[in-house]
Nanobody, 124 residues
């Protein structure tokens, strides 16, 4: 069982930056691939970024490539999402997820554990 708690969301102007954190419980954090998803009002949850167990491999959806960076600190049981050059269309609830499989996957149904999410609002 893994419990995930996100933090770092907020209101920012377009072009600004935010850094999200996701703290995981348990001693097996390094056994999970970690990911970030987002869900805007009236839309389905969508994949944003993922990182492998040791951090050597990452994957990003096209709309955030070059602007977002996912990273992890296994000693701190934490995964991060650095978001730069934010746009109003990035506004959503951002949710952290953990996957016990080693391959990075984008499908929502593939992920095992989910956090509650943190709101990110980008004003124009």
């Amino acid at each position: 069982q893994v419990q995930l708690v996100e933090s770092g969301g907020g209101l920012v102007q377009a072009g600004g930056s935010l850094r999200l954190s996701c703290a995981a419980s348990g001693r097996t954090f390094s056994s999970y691939a970690m990911g970030w998803f987002r869900q805007a009002p009236g839309k389905e949850r969508e994949f944003v970024a993922a990182i492998s167990r040791r951090g050597g491999t990452t994957d990003y959806t096209d709309s955030v490539k070059g602007r977002y960076t996912i990273s992890r600190d296994n000693a701190k049981n934490t995964v991060y999402l650095q978001m730069n050059s934010l746009k109003p269309e990035d506004t959503a609830v951002y949710v952290c997820a953990a996957d016990s499989q080693s391959a990075l996957r984008r499908g929502v149904s593939a992920w095992d554990y989910w956090g509650q999410g943190t709101q990110v609002t980008v004003s124009s």
